[in-house]
């Protein structure tokens, strides 16, 4: 193949119909397309205002343009092609910085109204993040027509008043407040009740005698390559597989292993009577996996599609999976945690396949399961995208056609409650079942699970579901709910520390003065703790006598400082630690990665500091 040269390919002058970019985590090249419907010149400066936004790192000579992040240039590019599509039909020949306010308004109106309604996201107005993306790039425009780096832009930025005065008149023609579109959701979760029979039914499917059959075929057939042809009955009377195996005593002794050993030894029969049927329930199956992972794990869609079955590692009785965190961490590619039911659901779309996962990098999401790729598989002749993850729509489909099939049908008024599925949905449904259930501090453990770059990423998916007041209740309810299990010596040993053992002091010292009730005592414990923290290495419980103690204090005032001094090695020795679930996950999540981070990063130094940091963990 011949090269095309550089210079032709990736030159990105101001006024060319396209921008050629690449992720600093990728070496894949991106076009930018920006033939926007408008004349050179807002062309030019939608360029200068792009070139300005925080994502861009820099450009060499003839290369394509740096970037953090590839899909919010895509994401941007967008935006800058409604403002100069607009500009050009509505003001033509007046510069952004002769812009009025009125006429500001007029643009940021009419690009907050949808133009289209669904079902599921009723709201004709887009949410606070469209605004927010239009803004930026706006004030970004004018900061840098300011500093003499874009020929044009705004004469004033937008301001949080501004805002406000904008969004107030169509807001108020929907009965909605200011600080209620604000607090929306742009992706309402789940309702918790809809979730529990999705997964009640995914489950069942999962484990049923039907899904260990057809994981038997598949693995009995990457064993030995034969007989995919005769699996089913046919019209000249040939019986099926089973039967056929029922029948004689030598042959398909592959399929007799794999069946007993799967806990199906004593099917007699397939359960499906042709290709036909066998196909829908496969469909059904991989539904009811894809429902699992997402509503257990709440990952997004790209973190699904870039799981490969050859980056799975089992580690201290825990699968870990690689994933590519783009959002979060600009592409890097870092092992993450499944629970076991998410962890067998893996599994299962990973070996319904020809092909084997154990040798190929087959993602979850694939069509590796149908016959044509057996008969690639014999000629080793397996194309190069069959190995390609499919995209979110096909996952979307794939949850809701589990929905309709095996949901709805028994809980025929979900539809009218919650009538599609989304994965970004089950997202914000694991946020609002970890608020209720509380299991830890919930917005660490969120933002450690999410791997969110940012506190307000993680308030994202947090607002609304509780609020300071609620939260601070359900400490002190947890806390008693820690020491009552403490008292009848239920306590799991993950809560085991220092601060458990004054805890258990304190609770025998309640009995022995209060042996009849003394759990009505059990809050004097409570109010002498100040805080209540988690961290990756474990909880902080802060008592209020004892705080002078604490391993974080600070060396002017004597005080302990918890969220800024807090680390592995004081916390391991404080008064203060207690225990908790996600410590040994973490530590040993964190080790994954940079343990991978030092063995391939081109730099020694930062290799050889990963390496080390994995050493001490």
């Not at 075929?217 to 005769?230: C, G, I, M, N, P």
């Amino acid at each position: 193949m011949n090269k095309i040269k550089p210079t032709t390919q990736y030159r990105n002058t101001h006024g060319d119909l396209t921008f050629f970019i690449r992720a600093n985590s990728t070496s894949k090249v991106t076009a930018i397309p920006f033939d926007f419907t408008c004349d050179r010149q807002k062309i030019v400066w939608a360029q200068e205002s792009f070139l300005q936004l925080p994502f861009v790192l820099h450009q060499e000579r003839d290369q394509p343009l740096l970037v953090t992040n590839a899909k919010a240039a895509k994401d941007f590019c967008v935006i800058l092609k409604h403002i100069c599509e607009y500009w050009q039909a509505h003001l033509p020949s007046k510069p952004l910085w002769n812009w009025s306010e009125k006429e500001l308004t007029h643009f940021i109106q009419l690009k907050m109204l949808k133009t289209k309604i669904f079902e599921h996201h009723s709201s004709p107005i887009y949410s606070n993040q469209r605004f927010q993306d239009i803004a930026q790039v706006l004030n970004t425009s004018h900061k840098a027509r300011l500093s003499g780096k874009a020929s044009d832009g705004l004469s004033f930025p937008i301001t949080a008043r501004l805002k406000r005065l904008i969004m107030e008149p169509i807001l108020s023609d929907l009965d909605l407040t200011f600080e209620e579109w604000l607090r929306g959701q742009s992706h309402p979760p789940v309702p918790p009740g809809i979730v529990a029979v999705i997964l009640n039914r995914a489950i069942t499917i999962l484990e049923s005698d039907e899904t260990a059959v057809a994981l038997s075929l598949y693995s009995a057939w990457r064993k030995e390559r034969k007989y995919h042809d005769q699996w089913f009955a046919n019209k000249c009377g040939q019986p099926d597989i089973i039967e056929l195996i029922n029948k004689t005593e030598t042959s398909y002794t592959t399929i007799k292993d794999e069946l007993q050993k799967n806990n199906v030894a004593h099917i007699t029969k397939l359960p499906w009577d042709s290709k036909t049927k066998f196909r829908a329930f496969r469909k059904r199956l991989i539904g009811a996996c894809i429902n699992i992972i997402f509503i257990q794990t709440g990952h997004r869609s790209h973190e699904f599609r870039s799981t490969l079955s050859n980056d799975r590692r089992l580690k201290r009785d825990h699968l870990f999976v690689k994933q590519s965190l783009i959002k979060s961490l600009d592409g890097l590619k870092v092992y993450r945690p499944l629970p076991k039911l998410s962890t067998c659901a893996a599994e299962t779309l990973w070996n319904l396949s020809f092909i084997d996962p154990n040798l190929n990098p087959v993602p979850l999401q694939h069509a590796l399961h149908e016959t044509g790729y057996a008969k690639m598989a014999l000629l080793d002749d397996i194309p190069a995208d069959a190995m390609n993850a499919f995209e979110n729509l096909s996952l979307n489909k794939r949850l809701n056609a589990f929905y309709q099939s095996d949901v709805l049908p028994i809980m025929p008024e979900a539809h009218s409650v919650h009538p599609s599925l989304s994965t970004h949905q089950f997202r914000h449904s694991f946020a609002e079942f970890s608020l209720r259930r509380f299991d830890e501090d919930v917005h660490e453990s969120l933002r450690e699970h999410f791997v969110h770059k940012s506190e307000y990423s993680t308030q994202v998916y947090e607002h609304g579901k509780l609020n300071p007041a609620v939260q601070s209740m359900l400490e002190r309810n947890y806390l008693y709910e820690l020491i009552g299990k403490a008292a009848e010596g239920k306590l799991d040993a993950r809560f085991w520390g220092p601060a458990f053992q004054r805890i258990k002091s304190l609770i025998d010292g309640i009995k022995f003065l209060h042996p009849n009730k003394p759990k009505e005592y059990y809050h004097t414990i409570i109010d002498d703790v100040e805080r209540f923290a988690v961290f990756e290495w474990g909880f902080c419980v802060l008592f209020i006598s004892s705080k002078r103690e604490a391993k974080c204090h600070d060396t002017v005032t004597g005080l302990p400082e918890i969220d800024s001094l807090a680390t592995v090695s004081r916390c391991s020795g404080c008064p203060h630690n207690m225990g908790n679930s996600i410590q040994k996950k973490n530590l040993v999540r964190a080790e994954l990665a940079y343990s991978e981070i030092g063995k391939t990063h081109p730099i020694k130094a930062i290799a050889k500091l990963c390496t080390d940091m994995a050493d001490q963990i």
